[in-house]
Protein backbone atom coordinates (compact mmCIF):
# COMPACT_ATOMS: atom_id res chain seq x y z
CA UNK A 1 0.00 0.00 0.00
CA UNK A 2 1.31 3.51 -0.92
CA UNK A 3 0.24 6.00 1.53
CA UNK A 4 0.90 9.50 0.13
CA UNK A 5 -0.02 13.19 2.21
CA UNK A 6 -1.16 15.57 -0.07
CA UNK A 7 -1.90 19.58 0.75
CA UNK A 8 -5.37 20.42 -0.49
CA UNK A 9 -4.33 24.11 -0.15
CA UNK A 10 -1.97 23.63 -2.80
CA UNK A 11 -3.43 21.61 -5.23
CA UNK A 12 -4.86 22.84 -8.39
CA UNK A 13 -8.49 21.92 -8.43
CA UNK A 14 -9.57 21.57 -11.66
CA UNK A 15 -12.23 18.96 -10.78
CA UNK A 16 -15.89 19.11 -9.57
CA UNK A 17 -18.14 17.10 -7.67
CA UNK A 18 -19.15 14.64 -10.95
CA UNK A 19 -15.42 13.98 -11.26
CA UNK A 20 -15.25 14.42 -14.82
CA UNK A 21 -11.76 16.05 -14.99
CA UNK A 22 -9.66 13.00 -13.77
CA UNK A 23 -9.60 11.51 -17.04
CA UNK A 24 -7.15 14.24 -18.46
CA UNK A 25 -3.29 12.53 -19.20
CA UNK A 26 -0.45 13.00 -17.09
CA UNK A 27 3.04 13.11 -17.69
CA UNK A 28 4.86 9.54 -16.53
CA UNK A 29 7.53 9.46 -13.72
CA UNK A 30 8.68 6.79 -11.47
CA UNK A 31 5.89 5.59 -9.20
CA UNK A 32 7.93 5.30 -5.92
CA UNK A 33 6.03 3.55 -2.89
CA UNK A 34 5.92 6.12 0.20
CA UNK A 35 7.05 9.02 -1.72
CA UNK A 36 5.80 11.90 -0.32
CA UNK A 37 4.81 15.25 -1.90
CA UNK A 38 6.61 18.42 -1.55
CA UNK A 39 3.65 20.06 1.54
CA UNK A 40 3.80 18.97 4.54
CA UNK A 41 -0.16 19.55 5.28
CA UNK A 42 -2.16 16.32 5.57
CA UNK A 43 -5.12 17.81 3.57
CA UNK A 44 -5.97 14.08 2.37
CA UNK A 45 -4.52 10.85 2.94
CA UNK A 46 -4.36 9.24 -0.05
CA UNK A 47 -3.81 5.45 -1.06
CA UNK A 48 -2.88 2.96 -3.79
CA UNK A 49 -4.39 -0.17 -3.33
CA UNK A 50 -5.98 -3.47 -5.01
CA UNK A 51 -10.06 -3.75 -4.28
CA UNK A 52 -12.24 -6.57 -4.98
CA UNK A 53 -15.46 -5.34 -6.85
CA UNK A 54 -18.46 -4.83 -5.27
CA UNK A 55 -21.87 -6.13 -5.93
CA UNK A 56 -24.41 -3.16 -6.61
CA UNK A 57 -28.03 -2.97 -7.34
CA UNK A 58 -28.42 -0.02 -9.80
CA UNK A 59 -29.58 2.09 -12.59
CA UNK A 60 -27.60 3.62 -15.53
CA UNK A 61 -28.21 6.56 -16.61
CA UNK A 62 -26.52 9.68 -18.63
CA UNK A 63 -27.24 12.92 -16.40
CA UNK A 64 -25.32 16.08 -15.85
CA UNK A 65 -23.22 17.89 -13.82
CA UNK A 66 -26.42 20.23 -13.01
CA UNK A 67 -28.77 17.50 -12.76
CA UNK A 68 -26.02 14.76 -10.66
CA UNK A 69 -27.48 15.16 -7.07
CA UNK A 70 -31.11 15.25 -8.08
CA UNK A 71 -30.74 12.07 -10.53
CA UNK A 72 -28.78 10.34 -7.75
CA UNK A 73 -31.67 10.66 -5.20
CA UNK A 74 -34.61 10.17 -7.85
CA UNK A 75 -32.60 6.41 -8.51
CA UNK A 76 -32.16 5.75 -5.00
CA UNK A 77 -35.57 5.88 -4.35
CA UNK A 78 -36.39 3.51 -7.25
CA UNK A 79 -34.16 1.25 -5.85
CA UNK A 80 -34.23 1.01 -2.01
CA UNK A 81 -38.08 -0.20 -2.43
CA UNK A 82 -37.17 -2.82 -4.77
CA UNK A 83 -34.25 -4.14 -1.96
CA UNK A 84 -36.74 -3.65 0.99
CA UNK A 85 -39.39 -5.47 -0.97
CA UNK A 86 -37.14 -8.18 -1.51
CA UNK A 87 -35.16 -8.68 1.94
CA UNK A 88 -32.19 -8.14 0.25
CA UNK A 89 -28.81 -7.64 2.56
CA UNK A 90 -27.72 -3.75 1.51
CA UNK A 91 -24.36 -1.92 2.49
CA UNK A 92 -23.99 1.87 1.45
CA UNK A 93 -25.01 3.94 -1.65
CA UNK A 94 -22.42 4.32 -4.27
CA UNK A 95 -22.25 6.17 -7.34
CA UNK A 96 -19.63 5.09 -10.31
CA UNK A 97 -19.01 7.35 -13.08
CA UNK A 98 -18.08 5.64 -16.61
CA UNK A 99 -16.99 8.91 -18.68
CA UNK A 100 -18.83 11.62 -20.21
CA UNK A 101 -20.63 11.63 -23.43
CA UNK A 102 -21.25 14.52 -25.44
CA UNK A 103 -21.52 16.73 -22.46
CA UNK A 104 -23.16 14.27 -20.51
CA UNK A 105 -22.21 12.08 -17.28
CA UNK A 106 -22.52 7.63 -17.93
CA UNK A 107 -22.92 7.02 -14.16
CA UNK A 108 -24.49 3.78 -12.42
CA UNK A 109 -26.13 4.71 -9.31
CA UNK A 110 -26.76 1.76 -6.82
CA UNK A 111 -26.45 0.04 -3.93
CA UNK A 112 -24.43 -2.45 -2.51
CA UNK A 113 -25.94 -5.25 -1.89
CA UNK A 114 -24.46 -8.66 -0.15
CA UNK A 115 -27.24 -11.84 -1.06
CA UNK A 116 -29.24 -11.70 -4.57
CA UNK A 117 -32.19 -10.09 -5.94
CA UNK A 118 -34.27 -10.23 -8.71
CA UNK A 119 -33.97 -7.11 -11.41
CA UNK A 120 -36.78 -5.22 -12.38
CA UNK A 121 -37.55 -2.58 -14.66
CA UNK A 122 -33.85 -0.38 -14.42
CA UNK A 123 -32.68 -1.61 -11.26
CA UNK A 124 -29.74 -4.43 -12.67
CA UNK A 125 -26.66 -6.21 -11.25
CA UNK A 126 -23.41 -4.30 -11.50
CA UNK A 127 -20.28 -4.03 -10.05
CA UNK A 128 -17.54 -1.64 -9.04
CA UNK A 129 -14.53 -2.65 -10.92
CA UNK A 130 -11.54 -4.52 -9.21
CA UNK A 131 -8.11 -3.64 -9.54
CA UNK A 132 -5.87 -1.28 -8.17
CA UNK A 133 -7.19 2.22 -7.02
CA UNK A 134 -5.87 5.56 -5.43
CA UNK A 135 -8.18 6.25 -2.81
CA UNK A 136 -9.31 8.92 -0.37
CA UNK A 137 -12.09 9.43 2.32
CA UNK A 138 -13.54 13.17 2.46
CA UNK A 139 -15.44 13.85 5.42
CA UNK A 140 -18.17 16.73 4.77
CA UNK A 141 -20.69 17.81 2.52
CA UNK A 142 -20.81 16.00 -0.96
CA UNK A 143 -21.11 19.04 -2.37
CA UNK A 144 -17.49 19.93 -1.03
CA UNK A 145 -15.98 16.58 -2.92
CA UNK A 146 -13.27 18.55 -5.21
CA UNK A 147 -10.44 18.74 -3.13
CA UNK A 148 -10.74 15.18 -2.79
CA UNK A 149 -10.73 14.65 -6.23
CA UNK A 150 -7.93 16.99 -6.36
CA UNK A 151 -5.88 15.27 -4.13
CA UNK A 152 -6.31 11.74 -5.99
CA UNK A 153 -5.26 14.25 -9.43
CA UNK A 154 -2.06 15.44 -7.76
CA UNK A 155 -1.17 11.21 -6.51
CA UNK A 156 -1.40 10.13 -9.87
CA UNK A 157 0.62 13.18 -11.54
CA UNK A 158 3.21 12.71 -8.29
CA UNK A 159 3.42 9.20 -9.12
CA UNK A 160 3.37 8.81 -12.78
CA UNK A 161 -0.13 6.75 -12.05
CA UNK A 162 -3.03 6.88 -14.94
CA UNK A 163 -6.51 6.91 -14.15
CA UNK A 164 -8.41 4.45 -16.02
CA UNK A 165 -11.49 6.40 -16.51
CA UNK A 166 -13.99 4.74 -13.98
CA UNK A 167 -14.17 6.28 -10.77
CA UNK A 168 -16.56 5.72 -7.79
CA UNK A 169 -17.89 7.12 -4.43
CA UNK A 170 -19.27 5.00 -1.20
CA UNK A 171 -20.84 7.37 0.64
CA UNK A 172 -20.96 6.30 4.30
CA UNK A 173 -24.09 6.42 6.74
CA UNK A 174 -25.98 9.58 6.76
CA UNK A 175 -25.03 11.89 9.86
CA UNK A 176 -27.42 15.34 10.05
CA UNK A 177 -23.60 16.81 10.92
CA UNK A 178 -22.12 17.20 7.55
CA UNK A 179 -18.67 16.81 9.52
CA UNK A 180 -19.43 13.35 10.45
CA UNK A 181 -20.77 12.08 6.84
CA UNK A 182 -17.72 10.13 5.25
CA UNK A 183 -17.59 9.31 1.30
CA UNK A 184 -14.81 7.17 0.03
CA UNK A 185 -13.60 8.21 -3.31
CA UNK A 186 -12.05 5.63 -5.37
CA UNK A 187 -9.76 5.92 -8.98
CA UNK A 188 -9.11 3.09 -10.66
CA UNK A 189 -5.98 2.93 -12.18
CA UNK A 190 -4.47 1.79 -15.15
CA UNK A 191 -1.67 -1.40 -14.67
CA UNK A 192 1.40 -0.01 -13.99
CA UNK A 193 4.07 -1.21 -16.93
CA UNK A 194 5.83 -3.98 -16.58
CA UNK A 195 9.85 -4.36 -15.80
Known sequence: MVMIACDTHSAHYRVNTAAAAHYRSFGRRAYRAGAALDSPAMGYLVRAERVPSRPLAAISTTTTHRRLGADILRLLDVIWPLLREQNVRTGHNVVMYRGSDGGG?????????????????????????????ATTAHHGEYSELAPAYAALERMCRDTGRRPAGV?????????????????????????EPAG
Open 167 to 191: SWEVYGDWDDDPTRRRTDVFFLLDP
Open 105 to 133: LRVDVGVEVFSEFAARGDVRPTSTPSGEV
